[in-house]
């Protein structure tokens, strides 16, 4: 049987397929319609905006770093440009272990590099990179460029690096400068300040590096470069030029530290030296140091716990944070403060029969029997003790504290540089603030007070206060901020401005009180505990010796010999000079070694002498070998000199409820 077609229903179906297929034309056409309207108008700044973004490129350019120089233009920190091999983690297309591993067949990579690497990446962002080598040779560069297609996430950047010329002279002061961490990188943002850091992987972590850190760094320029869609730069539309970060000249004296931190050999301590008139520090030492250039680079985990663990604590900037019980070199300022408030004038005396009674405790001098008939010049002279347990007990604790809170004990000194000490200046409420979890020793007792007069007890300043203070008397009364820094130099115009134009203010007190107790410093050089390290000085001067307990010997006597090292006295020293008008004034300590007069005097003589009369500590003599033997004739031996007898040990006797021990003193 034939079938026929039914061609009304064939031409039916064509024609729907038709209009549904010209439907989803149109209803396409109409949505790629819809979709360039979307674009093209109501979107079209925002497309076009990063049309042009892709097409301009903002590149960074980061500006020059500010140099550091001393006083007298010696540069303290410049900068270098050197090659860098650099890892992107989130870039690398393997693992990273073994792309280091390709890359050491390369490039020579060692043990430190790959500690220092790791320690880096903990504290950078992901997207970061992160340096592996540093100053790469022409050699390396070469390596590594013509195998540059293997390693993607690897490159191989122009850097400028900080460098620190002096290595660990005046590390202290100087600081250095490290990569940003994510922390910082957050300070940043919030402070507004991330545009300017753009390209930017370093910055100011310690000293004037960091207090100083935006005149150091300066402003960012940028350069607008126009692109390939490959992402290959064609040509530079604009370019906007960086400003370079300003200049620091110190107050230091370069050579004057030098000389400052080898006297003090292997021996650890600090010593802040200030010029009077100005607030200038002139040295700012801080023993032991290190060496600032670890930091630059990124320190590798075994010099940082080196230095970390170490117990001589080298990272420790002592004359900022380090804080001591002051010990004899607070006398001067507590007969100023005797002076001042009347309770005494410069003749009175007082009979020293070697020890001072108090509620049935005795308080005992340094020196057996005492010293006699003792006036106020002597008793800073010759460093008379019992003096000062009598003054301080009829002064009482509230008017030492007063008066020495004048003179900047327990106070920041403002100095330019971040986290300083400020001590303790012990007073009735500071005890009671002190003690508050402990009532029964929250009670200022008279032992407190007794300890207090001769710097020991409670007593506890940093170096810097110490110094400043007798900046402060060596200057009349009048009081200069110490700074570091002494002038800003713009690194645009050159112009120079002092960071501390003028006095700060001026202490209320008779000038005929601070010319008798500057007398009577003189005194401890002429006649006194200082002479001896001062003999045959061609200048005059005025200082204090002094001498303090580290820890207490509960009745015990005093022996060096059969305690810890660390445990022995501190030596102390204070001096200005010329005495007449000082030129310079410095306090500084000598950790665990004895007598300040025997070992922090002679210390400080070397440096008033390069400071007053330019004149360099003689080099050791080296022993002479004897080259053929020698024939001594006998002779009548010369009468034999007896030794200045040492200053006694004293027995530090028990005082009252929570009085520290009073010890040996000078």
């Known amino acids: 049987m034939t079938e026929f077609k039914d061609s009304d229903r064939e031409i039916h179906q064509f024609r729907m397929r038709l209009t549904v297929l010209i439907a989803l034309v149109f209803i396409c056409f109409g949505l790629l319609v819809a979709r360039v309207v979307w674009l093209q108008v109501l979107h079209h700044d925002q497309y076009a ?24 233009g010696v540069v303290l920190a410049r900068n ?16 990273m272990e073994s792309v280091i591993d390709e890359l050491a067949k390369l490039v020579q990579i ?18 970061a990179s992160v340096p592996l080598r540093t100053r790469l040779t022409d050699d390396e560069v070469a390596r590594f460029t013509a195998q540059r297609f293997r390693f993607p996430g690897v490159e191989v950047q122009a850097r400028l690096f900080r460098q620190y010329p002096m290595g660990e002279v005046a590390s202290h002061v100087i600081g250095y400068i490290g990569r940003i961490n994510q922390k910082e990188a957050d300070a940043l943002e919030e402070g507004d300040d991330a545009a300017n850091y753009n390209g930017t992987d370093h910055m100011g972590k310690e000293g004037v590096e960091k207090r100083y850190e935006r005149q150091l760094h300066g402003q960012t320029g940028y350069e607008q470069v126009e692109r390939s869609a490959g992402g290959r730069a064609i040509r530079t539309l604009r370019r906007t030029a960086p400003t370079p970060g300003s200049n620091l000249i110190l107050s230091i004296d370069i050579e004057l530290q030098k000389i400052a931190e080898e006297a003090f050999g292997d021996q650890r301590g600090a010593l802040v030296a200030i010029e009077p008139a100005t607030g200038d520090v002139l040295a700012y030492v801080s023993r032991p140091g290190f060496d600032p250039n670890l930091f630059v680079d990124g320190i590798d985990s075994q010099s940082w716990n080196e230095l970390n663990t170490s117990l001589d604590k080298p990272l420790m900037n002592r004359p900022l944070s380090g804080t001591y019980p002051p010990g004899s070199t607070f006398k001067p300022f507590m007969s100023l403060a005797a002076l001042e408030m009347g309770f005494r004038r410069p003749q009175d005396a007082i009979r020293d029969p070697g020890f001072f009674m108090l509620g049935g405790h005795r308080f005992n001098d340094d020196k057996p029997g005492g010293h006699g008939i003792v006036n106020m010049y002597h008793s800073i002279a010759h460093s008379c003790d019992t003096y000062y347990y009598q003054l301080s007990n009829e002064m009482g604790i509230d008017n030492i504290s007063k008066f020495m809170r004048e003179f900047g004990f327990g106070q920041p000194t403002g100095i330019d540089l971040d986290y300083e000490k400020t001590g303790v200046l012990p007073s009735k409420e500071w005890k009671a603030e ?27 300043y940093t170096m810097l206060q110490l110094a400043h203070a007798t900046a402060i008397l060596a200057n009349n009364g009048v009081v200069m901020k110490p700074h570091l820094v002494k002038m800003i130099e713009d690194g645009a115009t050159r112009e120079r401005t002092l960071t ?32 001896k390290a001062f003999a045959g000085a061609l200048y005059t001067a005025g200082g204090k010796t002094g001498t303090a307990q580290v820890i207490g010997l509960r009745g015990k006597k005093y022996n060096a010999n059969a ?51 330019g004149k360099r500590p003689a080099p050791p003599a080296e022993p002479k070998k004897a080259e053929r033997p020698v024939t001594v004739k006998k002779t009548a031996p010369a ?14 006797p028990l005082q009252t409820a929570s009085a520290p021990a009073v010890t040996r003193t000078e």
């Open 110 to 127: 060692e043990p430190r590099d790959r500690r220092r690497f790791k320690r880096l990446l903990e504290e950078s962002r992901s997207f």
């Open 563 to 613: 305690i810890d090292e660390r445990h022995r006295d501190n030596a102390l020293f204070t001096v200005f000079a010329p005495a007449e008008q000082p030129r310079i004034a410095l306090a500084m300590v000598v950790e665990n070694a004895g007598f300040g007069g025997a070992i922090a005097a002679p210390i400080a003589r070397k440096v008033l002498d390069y400071a007053i009369l």
């Open 49 to 72: 905006a990063q049309a042009e973004d892709n097409r301009i490129a903002l590149v960074p350019i980061v500006p020059n770093r500010g140099l550091i120089v001393d006083r007298n």
């Open 639 to 652: 009468p034999a000199q007896a030794p200045a007898p040492a200053p006694a040990p004293v027995t530090a």
């Open 500 to 531: 501390v134009p003028k006095e700060t203010r001026r202490l209320a007190m008779k000038p005929e009180h601070i010319a008798f107790i500057k007398d009577a410093m003189a005194g401890v050089i002429r006649e006194g505990t200082g002479q």
């Open 434 to 460: 002190r003690f508050k979890r402990n009532p029964a020793a929250q009670k200022w007792v008279g032992g407190d007070t007794i300890s207090v007069a001769i710097g020991q007890g409670f007593n506890n």
């Open 80 to 95: 270098y440009s050197a090659y860098t091999l650099e890892l992107t983690p989130s870039k690398l297309q393997a693992n």
